[in-house]
Each structure stands twice: as C-alpha cells, then as structure tokens.
C-alpha cells in the first residue's frame, strides 16, 4: 500500500516490480546461490519435539506455512531434487521439524516444518504439532529467518494471521513467499500480491520484499535462493 497525497491505493503489478528491481540481485549473487543449492543437500535429522532439536551450528531458515502449501516441494525445487523432502497431496505429512543440511562447511540448514491448520490427524495431533512450531519460532539463535508460505490460489487465512502475530512478538526475521503461482490467472495473482502486500502493512516486523514462486516453474527460485544466500553473507 502506498500512500499518495490524502489518498492510500494498493500496490498494482507495476508498483510490485518497481519494488522489487530495487532489491533485485545481481547476476553474479544468483549464480553463487544456484552452485550453492546445486550441491550436496542431505537429510540430517527430525525433531518430533523441542527437547529434540539438534545442537545449533551454522544458520538455519526454515519453512511454515498450511498443510499443503507447498513447504516439501519448494525445498525440492530449490536444491533441483526430486525426493530431498518428502511431498504428499494429504495435508498433516510432515509431523516433525525436518533438517536438511546443505555441501560441507557451508554452515547452513533448511527445516521443513509440519504444517499448520488442517491435517488428517487427530486434534490434539494437531495441537502439538502446533505447539512445536510456535515454540521453535520464538526460542531458536540460530534460526535467521522463518519463511512463511502463502498459497496464491487464497491468501492469507486467519491461522496464517496467527503465525505472522507470532513471529512479530519473537525476535525472528521473517519473509512471505507466494507458492503455486502458475496456478493463478496473471489478473488475479496481481489482485492477490497487492492484498497480500496490503495486508503486510500491518506486520512491521516482516521482511518487506514478497517473494512470487512457483515449485512447478521454477519461478522466483533464483531469486529466493539469493536472498538465503545474502543472508548467509550477512550472518559470517
């Protein structure tokens, strides 16, 4: 949302790629993060609980978002593999905190959280798994950002609301990140980024660039494997 005059309007597309030109990255930045996910990710542990977790080393960023919002496949689609996080079309698959580390020494870990909100599990399943997420969010040193994952197909929903009032209380940067973006009709992913934007006016906390992917594509990979990439610069 922009304010121009006594008036306040929503960003349209225009606005967006304005935006994002000003914190695009560079072409030598995209290439060192492309060889940096092209290497040797592998499965290192999960954690079903906090008492769990493994001991803190390097940076961490991790993915949260709804039960089947496309935490697994992104994860696939940034490394360029095809089974590195399990996927699945039933919601409430992933019941622990996944960490997959990346090539020697380069001190970095993805975790591939369970997802929020529905699941085909029993409720109080749910519940801890709930519980878990939000205590990882905000007692984590490691943890350098939390992606939070929005289906562009519907937005924000109240529990994602929930996660975002979360992460404003912690001391943890967080990101939004729109997935399945080929799935959208181009007006109404336009309409969708400007309500998303607008809605993010309201989370100062939050990292102020929205990132549009689609695992499928590709689309918006260089550029979400870039800011990790910066962010591990920033955090050396």
Known sequence: MVRDGA?????????????????????????????LFAGDWQFFWASPSIETL???????????????????????AL???????????????TQEL?????????????????????????KAKVASWTALIHKFLQGRSSLARVYVLIDARHGFKEVDLDVLNTLDKSAVSYQVVLTKADQVKPAELEQRTADVQAALAKHPAAFPELLVTSS???AGMPELRAAMLRLLGERS
């Open 216 to 218: 499928r594509t590709g």
């Open 54 to 76: 493994p001991p803190m080393a390097g940076m961490e960023v991790a993915f949260a978002g709804r039960s089947n919002v496309g935490k697994s496949s992104l994860i696939n």
């Open 7 to 35: 008036k306040t309007r929503l960003l349209t597309m225009r606005d967006i790629e304005s935006l994002r030109m000003t914190a695009e990255p560079d072409a030598k930045l995209i290439e060192q993060a492309r060889k």
């Open 79 to 93: 490394t360029g593999r095809n089974a590195l996080a399990r996927t699945s079309h039933t919601p409430g698959r």
């Open 98 to 122: 996944i960490f997959f580390e990346g090539p020697e020494n380069a001190g970095f870990r993805l975790v591939d959280m369970p997802g929020y909100g529905y699941a085909s599990a029993p």
